[in-house]
């Protein structure tokens, strides 16, 4: 697997049913309208709804994805019925990753760092129809020789519907190339979002007790951080107080 991009705007390459929450701008966490789709017209619905379709409706579904797209990445069926084509993932992560430091420890292993990514850096991958977010995942952590353990992270798709942003996390087993076909390549139709888990989803006992350690002490360098910016707002605060109580008793 090769990997030829850039931090901030890359290009790489990756071939060979649970509850859903949404949550919008206008809106808290809540769960998705289950039950079947009763309305014949509502063509969007339907079209989702579906999660298989024959060789020559992905032939046709290609290439009119391929007249649609603007930017060249377009998709190519093979005569095994695998298509290949690109996704772009915006990185959303909020807290520091651990990547393969270029030191090595007492013991001879190469020590992790903490590193920050840039937040928003859009990266496109290049994958096939049997590609698994799973597998997506552990793609974009690789580039970036990331440590942490996959379950740290999940894939959410971003969507509009009626002037509303709905963001979905999807399941390990979902095909994102399948889901781009199927959504056009419109980015505002559909996009892809790596983010951490939520707190409450996360394994802990997948984790190593060195990645523990390491999830500590970003803990507390952000807890330190946190408390210095509230130290400072107030120190702020009681200058401007004394100030204004110099000017009262002294007004000349």
């Known amino acids: 697997m090769t990997w030829n991009s850039t931090m901030s705007s890359g290009y790489s390459s990756l071939e060979d049913d649970s509850e859903e929450y949404f949550f919008t701008a206008r809106t808290s966490f ?8 009763t ?20 032939g046709q579904k290609i290439e ?8 060249l990445l377009k998709m190519t069926l093979a005569p095994t019925g ?22 090595r420890g007492s013991g001879g292993t ?19 129809s049997k590609n698994t ?25 971003r969507y509009q519907r009626e ?24 980015d505002d139709t559909l996009s892809f979002v790596l983010r951490e888990q939520q707190t409450g989803e996360v394994m802990w006992d997948a984790f190593s007790i060195p990645e523990l350690q390491n999830f500590l002490r970003i803990l507390d360098k952000e807890e330190e951080e946190q408390r210095q910016t509230v130290v400072r707002r107030y120190e702020i605060y009681r200058q401007r107080l004394q ?10």
């Not at 809540?30 to 789709?37: D, E, L, M």
């Not at 909020?94 to 430091?101: F, N």
């Not at 100030?243 to 000349?252: F, G, K, Q, T, Y």
């Open 163 to 186: 002037e509303q942003v709905y963001v979905c996390k999807l399941a390990d087993g979902e095909q994102p190339l399948f889901l781009r076909l199927v959504a056009g390549p419109d």
């Open 133 to 157: 977010v799973k597998q997506v995942i552990m793609a974009l952590l690789n580039k970036f020789t990331v440590t942490d353990n996959p379950a740290k992270y999940a894939l959410y798709k």
């Open 243 to 252: 100030e204004a109580l110099r000017e009262v008793r002294d007004p000349s």
């Open 82 to 103: 695998v298509y290949t084509g690109f996704i772009k993932v915006q990185m959303d992560l909020r807290r520091p990753v651990t990547v393969r430091g270029a030191h």
């Open 64 to 71: 009119q994805y391929n007249t649609m797209t603007k930017d």
């Open 110 to 128: 190469v020590e992790g760092e903490a590193f920050y990514l840039p937040r928003g850096a859009i990266n496109t991958l290049h994958i096939s």
């Open 30 to 37: 809540f769960r998705k309208p289950c039950g079947k789709v």
């Open 39 to 58: 309305d014949s017209k509502d063509v969007e619905k339907e079209r989702e709804l579906r999660t298989e379709f024959s060789r020559e409706e992905i």
